[in-house]
């Protein structure tokens, strides 16, 4: 990460000053960190709401139950969850229903969790690896946004793209699957 | 269909609450109150990233990239039009977003290439900002084997999505 990081910053910072000066790429570095900012204010309205849900959710002992419930399951991908296994399948469910919005504070919730059980605590456990790995592969059963977009450019069928994400999403989340469980072993 | 699911369920939790007596709107509070400090760690790791994503983007080194690679991969058959889309996809959310919307309003939702767009964007993940952020807000440094693993299963994802759109494209 560190290495992308930056290699992407030095050849960006380089290239633009040399082709557009240097108030262009100060402007562009300004920008990124403009874009976090508004970014993160339009995702504080949705972590309130859900992080507010998880937390009803919690108090009602629906998340104890729910990580119980789904303890055999999730064992097999996370084998040292412990109490992070409700907030790992919140994070998943939400992720295949295609709600990128409140996948993102489950899974932040199940990272804060995983951590408290970290014996190297700047090393990712491989419960951490796992968890991100299905997270980028993101199986998506329902992929709602894509669906309201394709709808917005006048498709006659929107939902037509289902099967071939929900196969192409299947086939990159076994392959993560397998490619951590080699790993960790 | 999921349009009702989600509030269905949320009507579900609020019944299942009350009746095991919770006080809801404290733990409502509660629950948002913990969002505070998670927003707090998420702004300096985008802010972070999203820096170096933004001169990368601006300085024209990523279109230089896409320049070289195109002659590349028109041999194996792959649409030139989709490369920037595949190669920003795991950067750039938004951009990603961007380019799958022009390439719909220019050759049609239901084109092929529109198409395949679509289940590229619905198929993938913006992997670097995910890693980012989730490996941020604990403090981890070493992300192991993390990020290949994510990087071939976007690959994976990337091929069979544009094979799969190939092989079931109903128009």
């Known amino acids: ?185 | 269909m999921i349009a009702y699911i989600v509030p269905a369920l949320i009507v579900l939790l609020l019944v299942w609450a009350l009746i095991k007596r919770v006080n809801v709107f404290s733990a409502f509070c509660q629950g948002a109150a913990d969002s505070l400090p998670l927003l707090a760690t998420i702004l300096p790791c985008l802010a972070t990233m999203l820096i170096a994503i933004s001169v990368f983007q601006d300085s024209g080194a990523l279109e230089f990239v896409i320049g070289l690679l195109e002659p590349l991969l028109a041999p194996v058959g792959l649409d030139g039009r989709l490369l920037p889309l595949i190669l920003l996809r795991p950067f750039s959310g938004s951009a990603a977003t961007a380019i799958t919307t022009d390439i719909m309003s220019r050759y049609g939702a239901d084109s092929l290439v529109g198409y395949t767009a679509g289940v590229l964007m619905g198929a993938s993940e913006t992997i670097f900002y995910t890693l980012a952020l989730y490996f941020g807000t604990v403090g981890i440094k070493k992300s192991r084997f993390t990020l290949p693993v994510a990087l071939i299963a976007s690959l994976v994802a990337v091929i069979t999505g544009i094979w799969f759109s190939y092989l079931l494209y109903p128009f």
């Open chain 1, 1 to 185: 990460m560190n290495v992308v990081f930056v290699l992407m910053l030095m050849v960006g910072v380089i290239v633009e000053t040399i082709q557009k000066g240097g108030d262009a790429t100060l402007a562009s570095l300004l920008a990124g960190a403009n874009n976090a900012v508004t970014l993160c204010l339009s995702l504080a309205g949705a972590y309130l709401f859900w992080m507010g849900l998880m937390g009803v959710l919690k108090k009602s002992g629906l998340m104890q139950l729910l990580s119980r419930r789904l303890r055999p399951v999730i064992r097999f991908l996370f084998p040292n969850a412990g109490e992070a296994s409700g907030a790992i399948s919140l994070n998943l469910a939400a992720n295949m229903l295609g709600m990128g919005n409140a996948a993102t504070p489950f899974g932040l919730e199940a990272m804060h969790l995983l951590n408290k059980r970290n014996p190297t605590p700047t090393i990712a456990t491989n419960e951490m690896c796992v968890l991100l790995a299905i997270n980028a592969s993101c199986l998506e059963l329902l992929p709602t946004t894509l669906i309201a977009l394709r709808q917005v450019y006048g498709s006659v069928a929107p939902a037509s793209v289902l099967l071939p994400t929900l196969l192409s999403s299947a086939c990159s989340t076994v392959v993560a699957v397998i490619l951590c469980k080699v790993l960790t072993r």
